[in-house]
């Protein structure tokens, strides 16, 4: 098993960027998370370095001697794709930005990272991070999340792999929901919960 990061390291896991994992530092530090399999070096120019899903998974941790804050939606100066259901108020000019530069920044990274360079089609952090992604896709398309007074979508994980349940407040909504999954590359299906018969979205990222 490889040797935890040291604090210089974690510190440069911890500033990567939220959404792509896009890495800054020294290229010794990024030479040696590439060693360690926490990063990996793009092949295509510009060369950027990006975290793993081992680097992601350390970042996520947050160990505390890192000093590093968690990562809570909406945090001071993190970006999280808000899931629906949170005790957040409306959003705002700064948010509405900061998902526009979120959602440009997912589509580079599947520009980067998919074989092809496809931008059409969730990426392999997209896969791994489900309902953030989903709900980031559904947010910069400007549906509204579920607050704390306000209806809106909630975006929930499922047992299923790769699959996340999106619920929003009227068939209209759900359907207007489902278009901005499948313009997003993902593939969503409308389903009946047999308790409660509320209707919802399942939803999985498409492969091609």
Excluded at 29 to 55: E, K, M, S, W, Y
Excluded at 56 to 83: L, Q, T, Y
Excluded at 123 to 136: D, F, G, N
Aim: aromatic residues 4%; charged residues 25%; proline residues 9%.
């Amino acid at each position: 098993m490889s040797r935890s990061p040291t604090v210089a390291q974690r510190r440069v896991i911890n500033a990567a960027d939220p959404v792509t994992g896009r890495l800054r530092g020294t290229e010794a530090q990024l030479a040696a998370l590439v060693a360690r399999g926490l990063a990996f070096r793009h092949p295509r120019p510009p060369h950027d370095h990006f975290l793993t899903p081992a680097g992601h998974r350390i970042r996520e941790a947050v160990p505390e001697e890192s000093g590093a804050a968690p990562v809570h939606p909406g945090g001071d100066g993190v970006f999280a794709a808000r899931v629906g259901g949170d005790d957040e108020e409306a959003a705002g000019p700064s948010r509405v930005r900061e998902v526009h530069s979120a959602w440009q920044g997912l589509v580079e990274l599947r520009r980067m990272t998919n074989p092809d360079g496809a931008t059409d089609r969730p990426c392999s952090w997209e896969r791994t991070h489900l309902v953030r992604a989903a709900a980031l896709a559904l947010e910069a398309a400007g549906h509204r999340p579920a607050g704390r007074d306000t209806d809106g979508y909630r975006v929930r994980a499922t047992p299923q792999p790769e699959a996340v349940a999106v619920y929003a407040p009227g068939g209209e909504a759900l359907r207007a929901c489902a278009a901005t999954l499948e313009r997003a590359g993902w593939q969503a299906g409308e389903y009946t919960e047999p308790r409660t018969r509320a209707r919802y979205l399942l939803a999985s990222p498409r492969r091609a």
